[in-house]
């Protein structure tokens, strides 16, 4: 099969597995749980494959053209070396959620509602990921957003729905800035085309649009990712919902609506300047320092997690803000990092929800004892987050941190660094609370989750262990790619336009 | 049921509604089928025809539209609707590319022209017309059990 068609499956399985589940869920036993690993678990396949031929073949970039139109007249998909990280990034983590979600999410009534909005928020991620066209990735990112709106009040509990009100609110502003801002960039450029539209603005001079749009952008996406002074809604949006569906949210949907979606307009469209990387920067460090210290006061476990992922978003963007090529690796690595660690603590908070019925620290104790799988796979994704070696975590922390000196931003070093002393504060207190102490009476009976849980959990730590396999030969292809993408910044129209044209 | 004074509005509105509701759900259907020669399409049919069932509920109650559609109905239709979209999609790939329309594409301006742009419409308008009745009635029952 010519690769260049499995790039619409992308877009298709999901779909069409979103549909057949609430079609047919409702009247076959288990339909909807089978039918939502499995179209995970073929996307988590094809991504591997593509990656895979990338780099057996040499090929780096390929270019799909819907209903056979050249680009810059219809609507084209690009997949490069970026998308290709992203896509095994976002289907790694959904297929091990989706597996965790089977036994996870008999907790709650009508599962295959569930699993129709899971399978349509992968939908809309995946659609994001390889589109090359500056409205359809639009159109994407809502129905990825609508379908997380929905989902963080899947509980229907007052506390519930009001965050995902406030979540929707939001992201409704966050889509209207996006929304304005494309619209500004077609009024000037004619086209919505993404390569087409970075060829349009290299001809044209004195461009007040570039830095306008730029700002709208910057406002939609940080919003979208939860940047510091854009994350009131996180700490409520992700505790709120299920644990399963928390773990998508702070793994996978805020990176990719939010820093995929920012670095490919930035680094690829308009191609990013001194002001731009500054501010990056600035509201990376910004949101690593306060996310941390709004973190250390937690009792909510999930709440906790939840101000930690605004925490390590700040490190991702530093590291990408950087602009050079080892800040660039550094971002990339802590993505990826961030969404397999921070997954897995979500997965743990709810593996003690779904255990013991309460996930507040302050009555939790001692479960290390009768949840002893959750207990070490957290105690590994916590040492992970807070960059003790040689778990991923200290790597990628490691190499934002070596960029930063580098580039002569001692303080912004000095910041990641206390940052992350914090967050071993917090994590430290995680585990004395929930694991660690006496067992109280109450919790004396309760057993181990079962096993397809334990399963994710396991792999995820698994992955947290091997991580810093990814940086070192010969499997450093994967990042090394990837970042070689957003070096060669506005070069990406020509490309794209010439294999579209091939 | 719909002769029962006590649902609904008053005589005058419901005389009006049983002559008019039919004329909108026609209109509704041909924006559709005209959608690719004329403006409108599946999105704007849909509405309409959606329009004609919220009429009908606001004219003499709940019962009555849904009598004509259930909500387990309009929920299948609604996954029906964009199954069918999504198949007119994949169709292409017997052509050879996603979305591509390969069926005869017809005299220009003819009804039966430019392939499948209309199952496309068709199916759009499934979609949205069950879509938004849906919502609607998720809405009145919503208040119902908000004021009991």
Not at chain 1, 61 to 83: Q, R, T
Request: charged share 10%.
């Amino acid at each position: 099969m010519n690769p260049v068609h499995i790039i619409p499956l992308f877009v298709i399985i999901p779909l069409a597995a979103a549909f057949s589940i609430s079609l047919l869920g409702r009247f076959i036993k288990r339909f909807s749980e089978f039918l939502a690993c499995l179209s995970c678990a073929l996307l988590l396949a094809y991504s591997l494959y593509v990656t895979i031929f990338f780099k057996i073949t040499g090929q780096d970039i390929l270019v799909y053209k819907i209903g056979g139109w050249v680009p810059p007249f219809g609507i084209s998909m690009v997949l490069d070396n970026l998308a290709t990280f992203m896509l095994v990034t976002v289907n790694l983590i959904s297929f091990l959620v989706a597996i965790f979600s089977v036994r996870y999410m008999q907790m709650y009534t009508d599962r295959p509602k569930f699993f129709t909005l899971f399978s349509l928020m992968v939908c809309g991620m995946n659609g994001l990921i390889i589109t090359g066209d500056l409205f359809n990735l639009f159109v994407f990112l809502e129905i990825a957003s609508i379908s997380s709106y929905a989902l963080v009040a899947f509980g229907t509990e007052a506390e519930e729905l009001e965050a995902s009100f406030k979540y929707a609110i939001m992201g409704s502003i966050a889509s209207s800035f996006i929304f304005l801002g494309i619209a500004f960039l077609y009024g000037f450029t004619s086209t919505l085309n993404m390569a087409d539209i970075a060829r349009v603005l290299s001809l044209k001079h004195n461009l007040w649009v570039v830095p306008f749009v730029s700002v709208l952008f910057l406002m939609g996406f940080g919003l979208k990712s939860a940047l510091v002074p854009f994350h009131a809604w996180l700490p409520d949006a992700h505790p709120s919902a299920p644990a399963s569906i928390s773990a998508m949210l702070s793994g996978v949907l805020i990176k990719t609506l939010g820093i995929y979606s920012l670095v490919r307009i930035f680094f690829n469209i308009f191609g990013v300047n001194k002001a731009l990387l500054s501010i990056l920067m600035f509201m990376g460090a910004l949101s690593m320092v306060v996310g941390v210290i709004l973190a250390l006061s937690q009792w909510d476990f999930k709440r906790l997690l939840a101000y930690h992922s605004i925490s390590q978003i700040g490190y991702i963007f530093l590291g990408l803000g950087l602009g050079t090529p080892l800040g660039i690796i550094g971002g990339l690595f802590h993505l990826f990092n961030h969404s397999v660690f921070k997954s897995l603590l979500f997965l743990n908070s709810g593996a003690v929800d779904y255990a013991a019925g309460t996930r507040d620290l302050k009555e939790t104790g001692g479960l290390g004892k009768v949840l002893p799988i959750t207990w070490q796979t957290s105690l590994i994704a916590s040492m992970s987050i807070s960059g003790i070696p040689p778990f991923n975590g200290f790597f990628s922390k490691l190499i934002i941190i070596f960029a930063c000196i580098q580039r002569g931003f001692i303080g912004y070093a000095v910041c990641a660094i206390i940052a992350s002393i914090l967050t071993l504060a917090s994590f430290l207190k995680v585990q004395k609370f929930a694991f660690w102490g006496e067992l109280k009476d109450k919790f004396k009976n309760i057993k181990e989750v079962p096993g397809l849980m334990k399963f994710s959990m396991i792999t995820l730590a698994l992955i947290c262990i091997f991580g810093w396999m990814m940086v070192v030969p010969p499997m450093n292809f994967f990042i090394l790619d990837a970042a070689k993408v957003l070096l060669q910044g506005t070069m990406y129209s020509r490309l794209v336009l010439e294999a579209a044209a091939r | 049921m719909i002769d029962n004074p006590k649902t609904g509005m008053t005589l005058i509105v419901k005389t009006v509604t049983r002559l008019t509701v039919g004329l909108i759900l026609l209109f509704g259907i041909y924006i559709i089928l005209h959608g690719h020669l004329s403006p409108g399409g599946g999105f704007a049919g849909g509405v309409i025809v959606a329009l004609s069932f919220v009429h009908l509920m606001l004219a003499f109650g709940k019962d009555v539209a849904v009598a004509k559609i259930s909500r387990n109905l309009a929920t299948n239709l609604e996954s029906i609707g964009a199954m069918m979209f999504l198949l007119v999609a994949v169709m292409g790939f017997l052509g050879g590319s996603f979305f591509l329309n390969i069926l005869a594409k017809g005299k220009p301006f003819d009804l039966f022209s430019s392939g499948a742009i209309i199952l496309s419409n068709i199916s759009i308008g499934i979609k949205v017309g069950v879509g938004l009745f849906a919502i609607f009635l998720a809405l009145v029952i919503l208040e119902k059990t908000k004021k009991e």
